[in-house]
């Protein structure tokens, strides 16, 4: 992929995209679910496919259908979605290595056979069994070179290893080779004490969003592997929003400049970072700390807000063209997707 100015790109003819929507393997789905946050671990254990009527039945069957993800993507007036596996349901962390290998093969074919079936709607992510660097590795192969997938759905850490720890640095200079983009969404905080009232969800993601961008800040991979562009869910979770404190240790503690060639704040501006924050005051103090082109729209389709453009049609800070630039421009840049016709971009209000 080529690097390109987002903001020197013709909105004319690109795509909206959607950054963050989630798919499910039924088969794969059935064998981790009971493993994974969203059961409390098989505390609160689940059937291999939610039951008929439950709250959960609608949205599995839109995660696994791809007629449904087109059907909505064409009301909303989103031209492609970047499809990546809800491992917070379907995480492969728990498996011994080869297992972990087996049902992330799976899934990443599985997404791989939606991305065939309608290339110019669909760009698949592939999840990686991370508790085996050498296996992680060679799936990474296969789902690039085989499979052709282009971003890499990676969890904030495995078994507590962020993914800044130097262990993990193969890893890294593969991506950087293959010239894979990095989706990071958590799987889900292990904690037990976070299933009390879905903290989990509530806070958990975002302090997990927290912590691996200060992986990769501190332990260096941000500046070791420039080139990667790396997204990260939910806005970045709560660390925009609170770096002040870091550049005042970075002042005062020479200890926590150990791997940083600039303060702490100027990072924020080495990531991209998606929508999904809930409210326009939320995305537009996230755009003053890291700017319009570092921001794509992400919706957490098919469990996030209904209308994927309202957090950014109500943002103050967005004019038009800077709407352009976060939901076609900068994926644009991001994906290396070239301009091209497309039926549903209209941009669902946004656009007159």
């Not at 302090?207 to 562009?229: C, Q």
């Not at 309202?310 to 709407?323: E, F, I, P, T, Y």
Request: glycine content about 8%.
């Amino acid at each position: 992929m080529t690097e390109t100015d987002p903001q020197k790109i013709s909105a004319e003819g690109y795509p909206t995209v959607d950054f963050h929507t989630h798919v499910l393997d039924p088969e794969v789905y059935a064998k981790t679910i009971n493993h994974n946050v969203m059961t409390g671990f098989g505390t609160v254990p689940t059937g291999p496919r939610p039951e008929a009527g439950s709250s959960r039945a609608p949205i599995f069957e839109r995660m696994t259908d791809p007629h449904l993800h087109l059907s909505e993507m064409d009301e909303r007036g989103v031209d492609v979605h970047v499809i990546s596996t809800s491992t917070v349901s379907q995480g492969t962390w728990w498996a011994e290595p080869r297992q972990a290998a087996d049902l992330d093969r799976a899934a990443n074919e599985g997404i791989a056979r939606w991305v065939k079936a309608h290339p110019q709607r669909f760009v698949g992510t592939f999840t990686l069994p991370m508790q085996s660097l050498e296996l992680a590795l060679e799936e990474c192969e296969y789902a690039v070179g085989t499979l052709g997938l282009k971003v890499a759905n990676l969890p904030a850490n495995i078994n507590g290893l962020y993914l800044g720890d130097p262990q993990l640095r193969p890893l890294w200079t593969a991506l950087d080779r293959l010239g894979v983009v990095v989706w990071i969404h958590p799987d889900g905080v292990k904690d037990q004490s976070f299933q009390k009232y879905f903290l989990w969800n509530g806070i958990g993601q975002p302090i997990e969003e927290t912590r691996v961008i200060a992986s990769l800040m501190y332990e260096g991979v941000l500046d070791a592997f420039p080139n990667v562009k790396i997204v990260i869910s939910h806005g970045g979770g709560y660390l925009p929003h609170y770096m002040a404190r870091l550049d005042r240790n970075a002042a005062g503690q020479p200890a926590t400049r150990k791997n940083l060639t600039r303060m702490p704040s100027e990072y924020l501006k080495c990531l991209y970072y998606d929508t999904c924050v809930y409210a326009p005051s939320v995305l537009e103090d996230l755009i003053r700390y890291v700017g319009i082109d570092r921001i794509v729209l992400g919706s957490d389709y098919p469990v996030g807000d209904k209308d994927p453009f309202a957090v950014v049609r109500n943002c103050r800070a967005l004019s038009k063209s800077d709407v352009e630039t976060v939901t076609r421009r900068t994926p644009a840049s991001i994906l290396g997707l070239a301009a091209r016709p497309f039926a549903a971009a209209t941009l669902a209000g946004v656009s007159s």
